[in-house]
T-cell receptor, first 113, second 117 residues
Framework: AQSVTQPDIHITVSEGASLELRCNYS??????LFWYVQSPGQGLQLLLK??????LVQGIKGFEAEFKRSQSSFNLRKPSVHWSDAAEYFC???????????FGTGTRLQVFP | GAVVSQHPSRVICKSGTSVKIECRSL??????MFWYRQFPKQSLMLMAT?????????EQGVEKDKFLINHASLTLSTLTVTSAHPEDSSFYIC?????????????FGAGTRLSVL
């Protein structure tokens, strides 16, 4: 069965610092991988996705993620965090043809000035 | 880009009443929509898959008679929480894939916060 693990429940960084949010997945085939961001009381916005090809994918708001098959990971990175990046971040794996998404437990990012 | 509208954004109701939540794809057709439930500071749990013109598919442990789903058109799915009780209070989110644009990318509504008194 597919599953997604986000080991870090809560991360705090200073504005301007670099960021890496971890995501590990379990899936039998080549996964479809996603990172979503959720602001308080809001829906989810897609940051980036990986389907195939180049393992380093660029997303919106300056985020990028790298797919590493050997480590079953899809970590999200940003070189310099802005205060507006404070939110909840969810990694998700797509279950093939069903369009279903399996979400990780999320990582809450707090940014200090 | 694809837009999914969810209404209402917040609802407060008395215990025992029913509440209907609407999910609309505004600029694309969606034969499938998904309903999620999110408890405070937790992840999204898939409740059911709404299928246009046919019965919804519920995830294990989700009460079909409690959470009625109707997908009557290619742009509208509704979730009705029947005889709501305080334990049904939660944040409900819908999503829809825009297969015409790109497979497997889902677009999310802004969510509905349900508070049952």
């Amino acid at each position: 069965a597919q599953s997604v693990t986000q080991p870090d429940i809560h991360i705090t960084v200073s504005e301007g610092a670099s960021l890496e949010l971890r995501c590990n997945y379990s899936y039998g085939a080549t996964p479809y991988l996603f990172w979503y961001v959720q602001s308080p009381g809001q829906g989810l916005q897609l940051l980036l996705k990986y389907f195939s090809g180049d393992t380093l994918v660029q997303g919106i708001k300056g985020f990028e993620a790298e797919f590493k098959r050997s480590q079953s990971s899809f970590n999200l990175r940003k070189p310099s965090v802005h205060w507006s990046d404070a939110a909840e971040y969810f990694c998700a794996v797509g279950a093939g043809d069903t369009d279903k998404l399996i979400f990780g437990t999320g990582t809450r990012l707090q940014v200090f000035p | 880009g694809a837009v999914v509208s969810q209404h209402p954004s917040r609802v407060i109701c008395k215990s025992g009443t029913s509440v209907k939540i609407e999910c609309r794809s505004l600029d694309f057709q969606a034969t499938t929509m998904f309903w999620y439930r999110q408890f405070p500071k937790q992840s999204l749990m898939l409740m059911a898959t709404s299928n246009e013109g046919s019965k919804a598919t519920y995830e294990q442990g989700v009460e079909k008679d409690k959470f009625l789903i109707n997908h009557a058109s290619l742009t509208l799915s509704t979730l009705t929480v029947t005889s709501a009780h305080p334990e049904d209070s939660s944040f409900y989110i819908c999503s829809a894939p825009n297969r015409a644009a790109a497979k497997n990318i889902q677009y999310f509504g802004a969510g509905t916060r349900l508070s049952v008194l």
